[in-house]
Each structure stands twice: as C-alpha cells, then as structure tokens.
C-alpha cells in the first residue's frame, strides 16, 4: 500500500497521519508528547509506534512531510513606520507565514525598545517602513539602531526599496539579513506574499536548532513550513478548491490550543450592506489573528485579565469556582487532563471565553460616524456576519460531546452590536485532526487534499 506519511510536531503533541494515496483515505493516525526539551526524536518515534500498531498492511511510504510549531514554534518581531499602515502589513506578513507575533512597533525605535526586541525571544525581525519611494528616514533609523544592538537573530527587510542598498551597508558583516518585496509599497496596498515565502524558508533552516529535530530530517523528505501556515494552506483549499475540485466557499477556522487561539479566516469580508464605506488597511482574503493571551494550559493564566469575570458569567456559574485558582492550576500544570465532569465543565467554559474574544478581535467592526452630510456607517476590518462555514478543531472542542455550544460562543450578539462577527454560519468540526496534514498534501496534490478535506470535515450536528 503506498501512503504518504504526514507529521506535526507541535508545541504540545507530536502528531503523525498515513494517507492511504489509492484510496484517498487516513489508513491510520498517533501522537505522542512534543520531547522538545529533551529530543524531538523520541516522542517521533513515539508516534510512529502507535501509528504502526494500528496497521497490519505493507506500507510503501512514497514521501514523509513535516510541519513544525515545536519550541513554541515561529516568533517574530514586527517593525513599520505608521502603526494603522507598514507597522500593520508587518504584522499580517508574519502571522500569515505562521508565525506568533511577539510585538509589534512603529516610527522609530528607541534603546528601551531595543532591549525589549533583545530580551523578546523572537527567532526573527521583520523590518518595514515607507511605501516605495516614500520615506526612508525612519527605516534607516530603525536598520542603524538595529546594526548598534549586538541583535543576532535574521532581519527581513521588507520596506521601501529605495532603502534597501543603504540598509545592507548598515547590516553588512553585523546581522544576517533578507531583502525582499515592501509589504506595503502603495499606500493602503499590501504585499505580503513576498515576505511571508522569505520567513518560511528561513524559519525551515532555523527549525533544526529545536534538539533532536537533524536526526528527524534525515528520517523525512522536508520540512515544509510552520504549523499554522499549514492549517492555513489547508483552509484556503477547503475554501477555494483546486483545479478539478470545486471548494465550499467562504470559512473561518477556530483553532483552541495550549498557548494561543487562532483564527484563519478566507474571504473578501467586504460590507454585506451597501450603505457602508470601508476604511483602514485592506483585508487579506486569507488573514490569521493569534491570540497569545488566550489558550487552555500555556496562558491560562492570562485568560481572566483578558476578558474579565463577567465574560466568564456568560459561560459559567462563578460561584462555584475560584476562578483564579483554577487557571493557575491549569497554567502549572501544562499536562492536565480534565476527567471529571466538573473539570470538564470549567475547561469548556475556558474554551468557550477565548472562542469569544478571538473572534470579537478576529471580525471587524462598523461605525457610524457624523459629518455635514449626516451618519455615515463604516466598517473596519471584515464583516463576517454572512460567513457560511466554521470549522472547529483542537483537543477541547474535538473530544468535547457538544463542540457546537463551544463554537456557539464565537456568534454576533446585540452586546455588541458594532462587531461584525458570524450570524448563523454551518459549525463543521476536524474530528480527525487532519487540516495541518492537508496543508502538506496540497504541495503533493492539491486535488487530492480538497476532497479528502471535503470527507473528513464533518458537520458538528453529527457528533
């Protein structure tokens, strides 16, 4: 049986899916704890052993593809000139190459902000500023403060072009850099393509520093891309097709995990009501938020500043819990697993409060504004209120026995009425976790990665 061996290393599991390439079909799957601290090789092999155990075929694997989040995955530090213009198209450039966006900042940098960007943990900057043409003075600024800092992680270069020979002086001998397309080189027109192919690749190089991971390498065919980018590449399949497979149309994804939540969303989101104008930067079709205050275990303690006790009250009777207790148990104790029903009951009401606030940040909002000729109604960011699809997938709304309440969480309410978040859309849910492993197989065969997604995203009415 010839199969195509997909594998995630995650920054909590390990996960590896076998594609039976005849049939179109998962002939099997396994998991095992990310080893990151230790040697990723282990919980690999970990994997693959219970993978195997659920197979007695021959297997003939034509290629092995990996995506990575392991070591906390990709993290970047974005820089632009104006927060609402460059600073922003820096921000979306890296998220979108599946990245986790540690800080952003604008005009020029200063020496405290130097040693925040030193002391961030970032595995790279992406430096912007100024549409081609336009201004280079703090571009130049930031490159020079940069080149002063002893900073040794990559600098991707992606603003005014005019800059770029000045800029590579000022690096030359001192920083590894990468030139590449602005990301901004019109005013309110992004291109972040350019950039985002430039921070894969050199993340893909920089990804065997995680301990374990060259003994891996020698044992797969590439490591292709960060996890989220794949689950990226995997929505805009789902959603827009391929050349023989017509796609479902216009989604959003709502990934709950340990450290973060994020949402992909695929569509133009322009106003659904002709009376409303649009303003701010341009909306990618395919845009990621994270949400790196938001997550199950890994920044459970930060959930309650997020959102507050009342966001909880919505979802769960407060009186019966300390709630800070309970997420300082679950940030100390990354591995827990909720078994009683009272556990269960309070991780669901966790998942159903970052649902909520992911997606009131993820969805744009409109507003009306007063001038000489009357309101005027904008909006800013998408308007997702006419989305037709949500696909729900991580460990707590997977192995949740009504994912649906949890996804319910992320709808439009008159609380909030300026936001443009999703009305009545379809719940769909990734029952098998297979949408990073899809992501893969679209740079195998596209055509087969679409119908398999179409197989495999199940409806949550269902379940």
Sequence with gaps: MKCYLFIDFGSTYTKVTLVDIEKEEIHATGKSYTTVETDVTIGYKNALEKLYKKTDKEIDIVKKLACSSAAGGLKIVAIGLVPELTAEAAKRAALGAGARVMNTYSHNLNKSEIEEIKASDADMVLLAGGTDGGNHICI????QMIANSGISIPVVIAGNKSCNDEIEEIFKGKIEYHVTENVMPKLNQINVEPARETIRSIFMKQIVNAKGMENVEDDISEILMPTPASVLNAAEALSKGSEDEKGIGDLAILDIGGATTDIHSIGEGSPSKASVVLRGLEEPIAKRTVEGDLGMRYSAHSILEAAGKNMFRKYIDIKEYGLEEELENRYNNTSFIPETERDIKFDEAMAKVCTDLAMSRHAGIVE??????????????????ELPFVIGTGGVIVNSKSPSEILNALLFSIEDPNSLKPRNPKFLIDKDYI??????????????AVRMLKKYIVDCEGI
């Design 140 to 143: 130049n600024h930031n490159a």
């Design 435 to 448: 949408l990073s492993a899809m992501g893969l197989l679209t740079k195998v065969d596209r055509n087969m």
């Design 368 to 385: 009306s504004i007063y001038s000489p000729l009357g309101a005027t109604f904008v909006q800013t960011g998408k308007d997702l209120m």
